[in-house]
């Protein structure tokens, strides 16, 4: 089992930046492709970002791409998302997600591929 827990969230006027963090305990981190994904009210879930086990390898949607980006720090179990110039078509609620098999170079941005998940984190962007 491994647990996720999301901080960070908030209200930003568009714009604006935050920072969001996912901290995990229970299963190896280390061994787990991290992803992000979002979900606004009415919407299905969608992908926002991933970053394989070391760190070398990310990906990003393309409405998020330039504006967005994922790091990790393994020593702290911990994965951010740093997200800049945020626009108000970005609220939803965030959600942190563990792939502990991951498959291929690429990170996956597909949700049925990650095994835990996150409660999520409020992002709110005023226009």
């Known amino acids: 089992q491994m647990q996720l827990v999301e901080s960070g969230g908030g209200l930003v006027q568009a714009g604006g930046s935050l920072r969001l963090s996912c901290a995990t305990s229970?299963?190896?981190?280390?061994?787990?492709?991290m992803g992000w994904f979002r979900q606004a009210p009415g919407k299905e879930r969608e992908f926002v970002a991933a970053?394989?086990?070391?760190?070398?390898?990310?990906y990003y949607a393309d409405s998020v791409k330039g504006r967005f980006t994922i790091s990790r720090d393994n020593t702290k179990n911990t994965v951010y998302l740093q997200m800049n110039s945020l626009k108000p078509e970005d609220t939803a609620l965030y959600y942190c997600?563990?792939?502990?098999?991951?498959?291929?170079?690429?990170?996956?941005?597909?949700?049925?591929?990650?095994?835990?998940w996150g409660r999520g984190t409020q992002v709110t962007v005023s226009s």
């Open positions: 229970g299963r190896t981190f280390i061994s787990c492709t």
């Open positions: 970053i394989n086990w070391s760190g070398g390898t990310t």
């Open positions: 997600a563990a792939d502990r098999n991951p498959r291929g170079a690429t990170p996956s941005s597909t949700k049925g591929r990650y095994d835990y």
